[in-house]
T-cell receptor, first 114, second 116 residues
Framework: EAQVTQNPRYLITVTGKKLTVTCSQNMNHEYMSWYRQDPGLGLRQIYY???????DKGDVPEGYKVSRKEKRNFPLILESPSPNQTSLYFC?????????????FGPGTRLTVL | AQKVTQAQTEISVVEKEDVTLDCVYE???????LFWYKQPPSGELVFLIR??????QNEISGRYSWNFQKSTSSFNFTITASQVVDSAVYFCALSDENTGFQKLVFGTGTRLLVSP
């Protein structure tokens, strides 16, 4: 089944404890992206990647890191999480850089930082 | 800059009523794409439709229809004969040439509650 998977789905952590949210897609998509969803703000892009070893900042990259060493994986790293990073995170992928292709979203990761 | 406005925060209807969700967008580009996504209570995001800026034809898919009007920068979504399963948050989104089509700009979403 074609899908985007994220792990973990739920995470409660404490301020300053490094964490990684994994994202993997099995559709051989070139493009991958991370968004966060907050009440009243919709979804906002954190980082995106157009291909292996090619990443760029989105609208809210502060406090996050990403890497794209393999085509299928695009982990989101929070080196020192803070309470304002409590949010619902979505990973997405699409076939190519063209916007004609819709983005497929993972199931989401709900993160709480205490 | 790009912007998507969904002025309706929450709409409540009774089953079988028709409901329209509004979406107004802003972009300086002539080439852009508009999307609608559904987020049911389970939380995932489900793609519903894509429309490019050169195609103003309305679209109908079962009980769903979309009205794209460039003159008013709107891309409204109508559900005919709503059902309880339509209860969800609906997001309108925009992607344009200015960003190299590398991101979706989302509206804040409209929560639709359909009661029996």
């Amino acid at each position: 089944e074609a899908q985007v998977t994220q792990n973990p789905r739920y995470l409660i952590t404490v301020t300053g404890k490094k964490l990684t949210v994994t994202c993997s897609q099995n559709m051989n998509h070139e493009y991958m992206s991370w968004y966060r969803q907050d009440p009243g703000l919709g979804l906002r892009q954190i980082y995106y990647s157009m291909n292996v070893e090619v990443t760029d900042k989105g609208d809210v990259p502060e406090g996050y890191k990403v890497s794209r060493k393999e085509k299928r994986n695009f982990p989101l790293i929070l080196e020192s999480p803070s309470p304002n990073q409590t949010s619902l995170y979505f990973c997405a992928s699409k076939l190519g850089q063209s916007s004609y292709n819709e983005q497929f979203f993972g199931p989401g990761t709900r993160l709480t930082v205490l | 800059a790009q912007k998507v406005t969904q002025a309706q925060t929450e709409i409540s209807v009774v089953e079988k009523e028709d409901v329209t969700l509004d979406c107004v967008y802003e972009t300086r580009d002539t080439t852009y794409y508009l999307f609608w996504y559904k987020q049911p209570p389970s939380g995932e995001l489900v793609f519903l439709i894509r429309r490019n800026s050169f195609d103003e034809q309305n679209e109908i898919s079962g009980r769903y229809s979309w009205n794209f009007q460039k003159s008013t920068s709107s891309f409204n979504f109508t559900i005919t004969a709503s059902q309880v399963v339509d209860s969800a948050v609906y997001f309108c989104a925009l992607s344009d040439e200015n960003t190299g089509f590398q991101k979706l700009v989302f509206g804040t979403g409209t929560r639709l509650l359909v009661s029996p």
